[in-house]
């Protein structure tokens, strides 16, 4: 199952976790962990280019913190929380978003 876990403090969003696999179908053929990565990865790519927060990304594991949030970092954050939050909706068994 893949866990993704968020704060929100002080108006902001300041922490993005995603950790673990799916297990919906073999690798290579995981839509689910397919999804998760390509909004996982778009995201890291838009907060690298900004700056102001520090991430990290190993095997399976993804975590991103905010230490300069700003409406931009907020909206990023917000817009794939909503992604994150719609494919649980149809995978629930595979995917759990969570505020922390």
């Known amino acids: ?3 993704a ?3 929100f403090t002080d108006e902001h969003f300041t922490y993005l976790s995603i950790k673990g696999h799916a297990g919906y179908a ?4 995981d839509i689910v962990c397919a999804a998760v990565s390509s909004i996982a990865f778009g995201l890291m790519n838009a907060l690298d280019e900004r ?3 520090q991430i990290r990304e190993n095997n399976n594991h ?4 905010i230490y300069k949030p ?4 907020d909206d990023y954050l917000e817009l794939v929380l909503f992604q994150l939050k719609t494919i ?3 995978y629930s068994e ?7």
Not at 70 to 73: A, P
Not at 94 to 100: G, P, S
């Open 70 to 73: 700003d409406v931009k970092s």
């Open 1 to 3: 199952m893949i866990k």
């Open 94 to 100: 595979f995917i759990k978003v969570e505020r922390k």
């Open 51 to 53: 700056g102001g927060c």
């Open 26 to 29: 073999d690798a290579g053929q």
């Open 5 to 7: 876990v968020y704060s």
């Open 62 to 65: 993804i975590e991103i913190i």
């Open 88 to 90: 649980e909706e149809s």
